[in-house]
């Protein structure tokens, strides 16, 4: 198993996380972006940069996502890429998305840019908290420490 991580739009706070993570646990951590990313020098720690365009990060991951990998990403389409596949996919904030909650999430989805398309200001995401943060962690070492027990 590894981590891929949609990078580009990944709050920095979550790489730190995963950083510590990856050389913690000695875990693959992938980060796909379309621009170069810094990453700290670690055996465990990657970086690979696709041409800029849209959804050309997301179609590297899921192109090179195993079944039992876990993706980080705030993208819904993507995380239901990542589900069809067999991976898992947890969002920056701590949640992951299930076969049960991922076709409620892309129809919110496609509602939201409707209404933003007709002119609505629908507001952004709140904005990301230390709380957001520490959901994060909890639900990334739960995850690892299940699927390293089986």
Request: glycine share 8%; hydrophobic share 40%.
């Amino acid at each position: 198993m590894q981590i891929w991580v949609d990078a580009d739009a990944c709050p920095a706070v979550i790489k730190e996380i995963l950083y510590r993570v990856a050389d913690r646990v000695q875990m693959q951590v992938t980060l796909v972006a379309n621009q170069l990313l810094r990453v700290p020098p670690s055996r465990f720690i990657r970086s690979v940069q696709v041409p800029s365009g849209a959804d050309v990060a997301d179609q590297e991951i899921v192109r090179l996502l195993e079944p039992g990998d876990l993706v980080i990403t705030g993208d819904i389409p993507l995380a239901s890429d990542v589900l069809k596949k067999g991976g898992y996919a947890l969002n920056p904030r701590g949640e992951f998305y299930t076969n049960d909650n991922i076709a409620q999430m892309l129809t919110m989805r496609a509602f939201m840019d409707e209404l933003r398309g007709s002119g609505v200001d629908t507001g952004g995401p709140a904005a990301f908290s230390q709380s957001d943060r520490q959901h994060f962690a909890n639900s990334l070492d739960r995850h690892l420490a299940k699927r390293k027990h089986g």
